[in-house]
């Protein structure tokens, strides 16, 4: 691993758009500085290997150029809902995408700051098709598309705002997994932020 130069030098190691505490995600990235050229394979199955079980290295590439944060803008999100039913999230989501903004208030190192949680949402979709099994149990799931923005919109801010708009109240805690990241479309499409790096040939790589 390459390191920065000066009197403390660190770790060339970059983790774009992290997921918060509390949520699950299957679209992590990672970008990391080499001090010599390794087989991308070689690297993915070393890295894969060292962290605990749960945490898998899915693709390592060699990076071709450009930042890859310049390359994921935005999430696409799924939540699932214990205790609501299909009708009552749909109803809240109606509300939720006919305002104009969306205030919430979030507790951070800086104090109370308020987001406005409606702007960043691209699109939220009810899943219509999913079965009780898949929470064992009465269960909305929705998957909801958010643009990366400053401070971030969180799916619990997403949440908050449903709740302001519609007075939905959650039984049971949520759980939220992170699906996709890249750059989003005119047309609304996620693009794979690797696809640009796979069979490229200059130093470095990203995962």
């Known amino acids: ?31 990391i500085g080499l001090d010599r050229t390794v087989d991308p394979e070689v690297l993915r199955s070393a890295l894969d290997a060292a962290l605990p079980p749960g945490i898998d290295i899915l693709e390592a590439v060699v990076a071709r150029g450009g930042s890859l944060p310049e390359r994921i803008d935005t999430s696409e999100w799924l939540l699932e809902l214990p205790g609501i039913t299909q009708d009552e999230l749909a109803a809240a989501v109606e509300k939720f995408l006919s305002a104009n903004e969306i205030p919430v208030e979030r507790l ?83 693009i794979d932020p690797l696809a640009a790096d796979r069979d490229g040939a200059v130093n470095g790589a990203s995962t």
């Open 108 to 190: 951070t190192k800086k104090g109370r700051r308020t987001l406005d949680a409606r702007a960043p949402v691209v699109s939220v979709q009810v899943d219509a098709g999913a079965s009780a099994a898949d929470c064992d149990g009465t269960c909305a799931i929705m998957r909801i598309v958010v643009r990366h923005v400053t401070p971030a919109v969180r799916p619990d801010d997403v949440l908050t705002g449903l709740r302001s708009v519609s007075a939905l109240t959650l039984p049971v805690p949520p759980r939220a997994t992170r699906l996709v990241q890249g750059a989003i479309t005119e047309g609304g499409r996620i």
């Open 1 to 31: 691993m390459a390191y920065s130069a000066g009197f403390s030098p660190h770790p060339k190691v970059s983790y774009v758009g992290a997921a918060p505490t509390g949520v699950a995600s299957e679209a992590e990235y990672v970008e």
